[in-house]
């Protein structure tokens, strides 16, 4: 009876060692992980099938390896923060969880500040809920359109009243051109030399006044977020 019962637990190891193992190399090869590499690093750890814990921590290292292999890419990094958040909330009690959703959040803000000048096209940062039955902080701001500048110097995301169960705010953001009230992209008055100061950018379109409305309302929006906190 007992050697049936250590046989169990001995399979019952195995099994979820594998099904880890399955499904965060998938992950990690989703994220450009190169797949000889990850086998002949895991074939050189010597790990026993069924040990848990040493899976779960050669795992750590080749997400912490791939942050280095890819440092220069800031959206591919918000990508891999968000997937250890994952990990850490699936295979390890949440640990650290909120810390690596901020970084992922982090990366993507610095993804678009160094990518989004020279557009010529005013931008703007769209909101979405990437998990289901969101809590209301999270389902509030979803498809909500904010001034990219803002947005970026902003603290919004994670929502940090958010009540969602679980993993907690999933919510993430996209960039997006701003068009006016025909559909059209709102062009970037280049009167000067290309903008490096901080003067505020200004808009030309076929509905100026309309769209600096817009923009205002959208800015006090912030303020009052602002003064929240
Ligand atoms: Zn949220
Ligand atoms: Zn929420």
């Not at 060692?17 to 797949?35: A, H, W």
């Not at 989004?116 to 931008?123: A, E, I, S």
């Not at 703007?124 to 803002?150: H, M, R, V």
Request: proline share 2%.
């Amino acid at each position: 009876m007992v050697e049936k019962h250590i046989m169990d637990d001995t399979r019952k190891l195995e099994k979820e060692f594998n099904r880890i193992k399955k499904s965060t190399f998938l992950t990690l090869q989703q994220l450009g992980v190169p797949t000889v590499e990850l086998e002949n690093d895991f074939i050189n750890s010597n790990i026993e099938a069924g040990n848990v814990r040493a899976l779960r921590d050669f795992i750590w290292y080749q997400f912490n390896k791939h942050l280095q292999r890819e440092a220069k890419d800031s959206d591919l990094q918000s990508r891999i923060y968000y997937a250890m958040a994952m990990f850490r909330f699936n295979y390890e009690e949440g640990k650290d969880v909120d810390r690596l959703k901020q970084q992922s959040i982090d990366a993507k803000k610095t993804h678009y500040k160094i990518s989004q000048t020279g557009t010529g096209v005013v931008m703007d940062a769209k909101i979405y809920n990437s998990i289901k039955n969101c809590c209301p902080e999270c389902t509030a701001d979803d498809g909500k359109a904010f001034n990219l500048d803002e947005f970026l110097d902003s603290d919004r995301l994670p929502h940090k009243n958010c009540t969602c169960e679980g993993f907690g705010c999933g919510c993430s953001f996209g960039v997006v051109a701003r068009r006016d009230e025909n559909g059209l992209l709102i062009f970037i008055e280049n009167d000067t030399k290309p903008t490096t100061s901080n003067k505020p950018l200004k808009t030309k379109s076929t509905s100026t006044m309309l769209q600096n409305e817009g923009a205002k309302s959208i800015l006090s929006i912030f303020n009052v977020f602002k003064k929240k906190r």
